[in-house]
């Protein structure tokens, strides 16, 4: 791991029991080697994370490896954007693949002589049907599928056949390779399944060598096994694919130390989308300002909105791994980004829309520093000094010149403390010519420095403030869901598309804010609460010293404790 945080896979799994397993019945001797396979066709998302928090992760617990393997086999959506972002991504969580950098088009070589092998054994055919008759004869589960004219096609034709489609004698679509396997299985994954396609195009690594390209279903089975994978760890879709996956090995004859495909249940998470092809709609359509905008569930999005990696790990542990797929609430990773938060980020002020106060009775000119802890639940975090004048900004949410019942922030004639401050009165409400409250005039109480007074009085509410002479101007960046329904994917089964239930208020961007001097400094990587208003990380795009600009990572409250402790009280939500 790259920072501090102890190694802990946390909680055992069906998984780890499966290796545990192996272990001990000594399948692979020590060996555990695991992979993260990644199509590099779109940015990685939080479900990648879940993946890659598995594989590395189990690699680590038993001493073991895992490779960074590209599963390049699609040669016309794939680009070199992707590949260097899929690496950065990956560091950035914290994991290291060490030299192991593959791709499966590393093998098309190897992948291309195997395939002769099975041609050679009477266990693959050059089928010359066009893809539609192909995939109309593979039939339905309940009726088996219709045998291809060129089944029986001899070994010698279909080696022959083979090598001139390698050779790029056919067009697109006029031939595919298929394993001869059983067209009346009840898996119609087994129903002579396509092993290559021919397709004239230019691959990103391997350029134009190559005009048929092999199907996932050949290419990674052969791939484990090339790399010595002992463990291949993949989602639930893939589970009929598994016997596809032993039969391609079974017929190539490998040894008993095979790879083992294991399927765990994907991520899904609410008011939000997983799936690479959707992400990039948003992207390409303009809903989103790209892969890394900070709504997106991108592991780019995320650090730019101030999802730390820590955060992402604990969340992916705690998550754990099942065989049944469902949809976790949002609302339990936020709980885990506020948690590490809570611990860590330093606390600061900075005033969202600023109303202008001015204490009539504090010394004109006269600045002084004033002590504010830098965070409460860590003793460690030490102070700093933050100046405080005779005109300050608060925000305007918290002044009410009628306030309403429970509202026990400033008012008319009002007491309250401005924190790490003074007791502050409302004496006077200045309006601009619209009837807008446009000043305060206050007095303070010079003996209530620090936030309390000889005579203990005590008031309700505590502000948070920016001196005026010394406030740095700020962009503020508030985020919500992306989606104002939990399930926008399944919503299009009552027609329609899943962007039409996009959030139309995502993005609040406040450009008049006022920050204490210190967050002209802020650093990238550091997540800040601002003081009553949640966790913000500087913007790593457009953040600089002279135009600070911030997101907001998420907010104070903690909806899912509330939902934990309701539930352990056995109540509804
Ligand atoms: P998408 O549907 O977003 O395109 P994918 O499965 O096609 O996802 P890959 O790049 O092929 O994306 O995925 C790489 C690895 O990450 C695979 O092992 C895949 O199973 C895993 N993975 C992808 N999405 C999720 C998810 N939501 N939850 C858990 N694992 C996932
Ligand atoms: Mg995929």
């Known amino acids: 791991m790259s920072d501090s945080t102890p190694t802990d896979s946390g909680s055992r799994d069906f998984i780890r029991d499966i290796v545990d397993e192996d272990l001990e019945r000594n399948t692979y001797g020590s060996r555990v080697h695991t992979r993260f396979p990644p199509e590099p066709n779109g940015y990685l998302h939080i479900g990648h994370a879940k993946s890659i928090v598995l594989n590395f992760g189990i690699a680590e617990d038993y001493g073991g490896q895992c490779n960074l393997r590209y599963d390049d086999t699609n040669p016309e959506k794939e680009e070199l954007e992707y590949v260097d972002s899929i690496k950065e991504d990956v560091h950035w969580l914290g994991y290291d693949w060490g030299e192991r950098e593959y791709y499966a088009s590393d093998y098309f070589g190897r992948l291309y002589e195997l395939a002769l092998k099975l041609i050679s054994d009477g266990k693959a055919y050059v089928d010359s049907q ?40 056919f067009p697109d679509g006029s031939h595919v390779l298929r394993a001869r396997i059983d067209m009346a299985s009840p898996n119609l994954n087994l129903r002579d399944p396509i092993m290559y396609r021919i397709r004239h195009a230019h691959h990103q690594r391997t350029g134009d060598e190559w005009c048929i390209y092999p199907t996932y279903d050949w290419a990674h089975g052969q791939s484990d096994w090339i790399e010595g994978i002992t463990h291949s760890i993949c989602t639930l879709e893939f589970e009929n694919h598994r016997p596809l996956y032993d039969w391609f090995l079974e017929a190539l004859e490998a040894p008993s130390d095979r790879p083992r495909q294991i399927e765990f249940a994907r991520l899904n998470l609410s008011y939000t989308v997983l799936s690479k092809r959707r992400l990039l709609r948003l992207v390409n359509e303009g809903y989103v300002s790209g892969w890394d905008d900070p709504r997106m569930p991108t592991l780019s999005g995320m650090r730019r909105r101030g999802y730390s990696p820590a955060a992402i790990r604990t969340f992916c542990r705690h998550i754990g791994v099942s065989k049944t797929n469902s949809v976790l609430d949002i609302a339990l990773l936020e ?35 004033v002590e504010a802890e830098n965070n409460p639940e860590d003793p460690g975090a030490g102070s700093r000094m933050v100046p405080f004048s005779r005109e300050i900004y608060i925000d305007r949410e918290d002044f009410r010149e009628d306030p309403p019942k429970k509202f026990f922030r400033l008012a008319p004639g009002r007491e309250v403390r401005l924190k790490h ?3 502050i009165t409302c004496s006077e409400v200045i309006k601009d010519d619209a009837g807008e409250v446009a000043e305060l005039r206050c007095t303070y109480d010079p003996e209530s420095r620090g936030g309390s007074t000889p005579d203990g009085r005590k008031v309700k509410g505590t502000l948070h403030w920016v001196s005026t002479a010394h406030a740095v101007d700020t962009e ?4 919500d869901r992306l989606f104002t329904v939990p399930n926008p994917v399944e919503r299009e089964k009552e027609g329609g598309d899943f962007t039409n239930f996009l959030n139309p208020s995502s993005l609040e961007t406040y450009t008049d804010c006022k920050a204490e001097p210190a967050l002209r400094e802020a650093q ?50």
């Open 130 to 169: 066009s893809a539609e008759q192909v995939s109309e004869q593979r039939g339905a589960p309940t009726e088996a599928g219709v045998e291809s004219p060129y089944r029986d096609r001899p070994v010698e034709e279909n080696l022959d056949f083979f090598e001139r489609m390698r050779a790029g004698e």
């Open 335 to 369: 709980h885990f980004l506020r948690e590490e938060h809570n611990r860590t980020a330093p606390r600061v002020m900075v005033v969202l829309k600023p109303l202008k106060v001015v204490i009539e009775n504090y010394p004109e000119g006269q600045v002084e520093d």
């Open 421 to 423: 401050a003074y007791y």
């Open 476 to 479: 503020v960046r508030v985020y």
């Open 524 to 573: 990238t990587g550091t997540t800040y609460q601002f003081l009553r208003h949640g966790y913000f990380a500087p913007d790593n795009e457009d953040f600089t010293p002279e135009h600070p600009v911030f997101n907001r990572a998420v907010s104070l409250r903690d909806s899912w404790a509330k939902i934990e402790k309701q539930m352990q009280q056995g109540t509804d939500r």
